[in-house]
């Protein structure tokens, strides 16, 4: 994670503006969609925050999503995070609180609703006055993909399975946007190994990261609309592609969507494109070259 931040941040690479990126580096999260127990559904379809050295859940029933609210009241009562009243302070002295050594552990511990940090950071803390509200998971609608594609491929099943996404997407709407209010439109693109259809309780389908990232929460009380973009495992060849064995989206080019992988040409930037594009009514917001 440390190369991860330094390639987005550093001059000499992609060189992010200072103050426009966080690295939270002191919560030791496993490679995990981490949220906090908001809205939280029953079962497991969300897991328990499971920190080193403990074991992980087996790949097969890991949805990389995982509640730790718990964990972090923890560390916030070890590193004396939570302080008391002024008065009560400097009557103990005026102790700082919390110690000026924990206070980057302590600013980390406030963001262990992640999906929440990532919006804030986008948006600013004004345009999330709103809180959060309770979501349904039946309010997160599933759409064809190939739909995106047929806009500008003569073989959209085709050009979907060569891009290796998966046949449905997901979106939340918020019905304060169904009724004509302007609202903001964010793209939740999820991990290796989340995405496709991956809710297998009984009585269920579709996807767990679309449903329970934690998004949809703040979007339902801030006029946000959340399309999630869905790409999923192909096991091909070399001489078959697409080799995605991990379900990931494209970030590395190589054998998979080629050298324009990370470009306007992208086989995934084109979708998602144009998945902006119909959202915003059919406007040309983002232009989407010709296959």
Same mark, same amino acid.
């Given at each position: ?26 919560? @030791? ?25 403990? @074991? ?93 594609? +047929? ?50 309780? +009984? ?33 091909? +060849? ?50 989407? @070259?010709?296959?």
């Amino acid at each position: 994670m440390d190369t991860v931040f330094h390639f987005y941040a550093d001059p000499d690479k992609a060189g992010i503006e200072q103050g426009s990126i966080d690295y939270n580096r002191t919560f @030791p999260a496993r490679h995990t969609m981490v949220r906090d127990g908001f809205n939280k559904p029953t079962g497991d379809a969300v897991g328990n925050c499971v920190l080193p050295p403990a @074991p992980s859940p087996p790949t097969d029933k890991n949805a990389f999503i995982d509640d730790c609210e718990a964990i972090a009241k923890q560390r916030q009562a070890t590193d004396r995070c939570i302080c008391p009243p002024a008065a009560i302070a400097k009557a103990k002295g005026g102790t700082a609180c919390p110690p000026a050594s924990k206070q980057a552990a302590c600013k980390d511990l406030q963001d262990v609703d992640l999906a929440g940090a990532i919006l804030k950071r986008i948006y600013g803390e004004q345009a999330l006055k709103g809180g959060r509200a309770t979501v349904a998971e039946g309010d997160v609608k599933a759409f064809d993909q190939r739909l995106v594609f +047929s806009t500008f491929s003569d073989i959209p099943y085709n050009d979907l399975q060569n891009a290796s996404m998966a046949r449905e997407g997901y979106v939340f709407i918020p019905q304060s946007c169904k009724e004509g209010r302007k609202c903001k439109l964010h793209v939740a693109f999820h991990g290796c190994l989340q995405g496709g259809t991956t809710d297998r309780r +009984s009585g269920h389908s579709g996807n767990l990261f679309s449903k329970f990232a934690g998004y949809n929460e703040w979007a339902q009380a801030n006029d946000i609309i959340v399309v999630y973009p869905q790409v999923q495992v192909r096991n091909g +060849s070399l001489q078959n592609p697409p080799v995605n064995p991990q379900g990931c989206w494209d970030w590395w080019g190589q054998y998979y969507t080629h050298e324009a992988y990370h470009t306007q040409g992208g086989k995934q930037i084109k979708a998602v494109a144009q998945m902006i594009n119909i959202l915003a009514g059919g406007q040309k917001v983002l232009q989407v @070259p010709a296959k």
